[in-house]
């Protein structure tokens, strides 16, 4: 069955800083998807990424897919406050079934 | 508003009892699900029904059961409740044929076994 490693677990960084999450999985998909999910709250989409090499930015953060590698990165560019939450990537297996990550709380301190 | 709703947001409950969980999408979706989310943040699939079908039964004790009156509808019931189902429960719809299949999450019951 399909795994999914998000690292780090637990990201504090100050504001401005960037940084990158990772997402490895174990067994071939080319659709990867991000999510963010505030304490107490749903999860948002973030991005959708359906082929390798696909990248998609909205603000601070960029996602990436590389297939081959098996590999999709989150990066956040000067982080601030609001970006603070966790993060989820979550891979499709078998058409309709989403495999999710571990999860990155990231925390954001001024 | 268009979305994913849930009923209730909360439910409190003793051991032994049984609940139900509503699911309402008005996305026109044609894929729904019901997800677990335990105390370490951890979401993992349980159910998904495509077009009313069946289409996802992960390991999961017979006691919940899940039914999707039609397209728009699904429903949770949980027999015999245990501490160990004491989780947050998301429902979620999509669309083989839109944004590459992207799901929309709805906000969540928190399920409390006493």
């Known amino acids: 069955e399909l795994k999914v490693e998000q690292n780090p677990l637990f990201l504090s960084m100050q504001e401005g800083k960037n940084y990158t999450i990772y997402c490895n999985y174990s067994t071939t998909s080319d659709r990867l998807y991000w999510y963010r999910q505030d304490p107490g709250k749903s999860l948002e989409s973030l991005f959708v990424l359906l082929s390798n090499g696909a990248v998609k930015q909205e603000g601070r953060l960029m996602a990436s897919l590389d297939t081959k590698a098996r590999l999709s990165t989150l990066h956040i560019t000067a982080a601030v406050h609001d970006l603070s939450a966790t993060y989820f990537c979550a891979v499709q297996y078998n058409t309709d079934k989403l495999i999710f990550g571990t999860g990155t709380r990231l925390q954001v301190f001024p | 508003d268009t979305a994913v709703s849930q009923t209730p947001k909360y439910l409190v409950t003793q051991m032994g009892n049984d609940k139900s969980i509503k699911c309402e999408q008005n996305?026109?979706?044609?894929?729904m699900y019901w997800y677990k989310q335990d105390s370490k943040k951890f979401l993992k699939i349980m159910f998904s029904y495509n077009n009313k079908e069946l289409i996802i039964n992960e390991t999961v004790p017979n006691r919940f059961s899940p039914k999707s009156p039609d397209k728009a509808h699904l429903n949770l019931h949980i027999n015999s409740l245990e501490l160990g189902d004491s989780a947050v429960y998301f429902c979620?719809?999509?669309?083989?044929?839109?944004?590459?299949?992207?799901?929309?999450f709805g906000p969540g019951t928190r399920l409390t076994v006493l």
């Open positions: 979620a719809s999509s669309s083989r044929q839109l944004r590459g299949n992207e799901q929309f």
């Open positions: 996305l026109g979706h044609d894929t």
